[in-house]
């Protein structure tokens, strides 16, 4: 009786100090003396967001999800675009890449949604395995299907795009070491331990709480030397 009521001690401690690390990994960003330039990335599932108050917690810019592939396009986009604009951060679009839809008509896509903006940081393009898309196509052809997209998007924004390139994406194509751009890599607490050039920016966490925003939203630092 006496060991089952130990263990059930036990138990609730763990259950507690659970509790106590999800509350600080919620809330934890990596510091500012280190990495004085953050910000958020938004979507449509980030839910209400209050730009000022936002701002006021520490976001200095914002990326916004814009499209998705040939077609989709985020619905909250336009206002989270204009939210950001009016409440004094800096701004850019993000579109999710599809393997299974032609670079054309992506482009088509994300040039039709994404105003021309001079003040807009660059836009990035979203490289992951969509669950959607089980095509794999081989490194070459994808490549050159990136280099038309890139060069489409490119023209619009009249600025070099960032890749934000997940850890599998990297390791089946080799993308940070096959197409010279500024690449954003993710990876919870610790700074990404992949890519074969040096990350500009780096999405620390994706499931931060910050006040301003309905719904978690990933976090996101820029290395120091590319803060100006």
Same mark, same amino acid.
């Given at each position: #009786?006496?060991? !089952?009521?130990?263990?059930?001690?036990?138990?609730? !401690?763990?259950?507690?100090?659970?509790? +106590?690390?999800?509350? +600080?990994?919620?809330?934890?960003?990596?510091?500012?003396?280190? &990495?004085? #330039?953050?910000?958020?990335?938004?979507?449509?599932?980030? @839910?209400?967001?209050?730009?000022?108050?936002?701002?006021?917690? @520490?976001?200095?810019?914002?990326?916004?999800?814009?499209? *998705?592939?040939?077609?989709?396009? *985020?619905?909250?986009?336009?206002?989270?675009?204009?939210?950001?604009?009016?409440?004094?951060?800096?701004?850019?679009?993000?579109?999710?890449?599809? %393997?299974?839809?032609?670079?054309?008509? /992506?482009?088509?896509?994300?040039?039709?949604?994404?105003?021309?903006?001079?003040?807009?940081?660059?836009?990035?393009? !979203? %490289? *992951?395995?969509?669950?959607?898309? =089980?095509?794999?196509?081989?490194?070459?052809?994808?490549?050159?299907? !990136?280099?038309?997209?890139?060069? #489409?998007?490119?023209?619009?924004?009249? =600025?070099?795009?960032?890749?934000?390139?997940?850890?599998?994406?990297?390791?089946? &194509?080799?993308?940070? =070491?096959?197409?010279?751009?500024?690449?954003?890599?993710?990876?919870?607490?610790?700074?990404?331990?992949?890519?074969? +050039?040096?990350?500009?920016?780096? /999405?620390? =966490?994706?499931?931060?709480?910050?006040?301003?925003?309905?719904?978690?939203?990933?976090?996101?630092? +820029?290395?120091?030397? /590319?803060? @100006?």
């Amino acid at each position: #009786m006496k060991t !089952l009521k130990w263990a059930g001690l036990w138990l609730l !401690l763990l259950a507690l100090c659970g509790v +106590v690390l999800w509350q +600080v990994a919620i809330r934890w960003q990596p510091p500012t003396s280190q &990495y004085p #330039m953050q910000g958020a990335t938004i979507e449509a599932a980030s @839910g209400e967001v209050h730009w000022p108050t936002l701002k006021a917690a @520490g976001a200095q810019f914002a990326y916004i999800m814009a499209t *998705d592939g040939d077609a989709g396009r *985020d619905p909250a986009f336009q206002a989270n675009w204009a939210g950001a604009r009016e409440a004094g951060l800096r701004y850019g679009a993000i579109h999710r890449w599809q %393997l299974c839809r032609l670079a054309v008509d /992506q482009a088509t896509n994300f040039i039709a949604t994404v105003p021309r903006d001079p003040d807009a940081l660059p836009p990035a393009i !979203l %490289l *992951d395995f969509d669950h959607n898309c =089980s095509d794999r196509p081989d490194a070459e052809p994808l490549i050159a299907e !990136l280099a038309t997209f890139l060069s #489409m998007i490119e023209a619009h924004a009249q =600025s070099p795009a960032i890749l934000y390139v997940t850890r599998d994406f990297d390791a089946e &194509y080799a993308i940070t =070491s096959r197409v010279e751009r500024s690449v954003w890599l993710p990876r919870r607490l610790f700074p990404p331990d992949f890519g074969a +050039v040096p990350w500009v920016m780096w /999405q620390a =966490s994706d499931i931060r709480r910050i006040d301003g925003v309905e719904n978690p939203v990933a976090w996101n630092v +820029v290395r120091p030397e /590319q803060g @100006g």
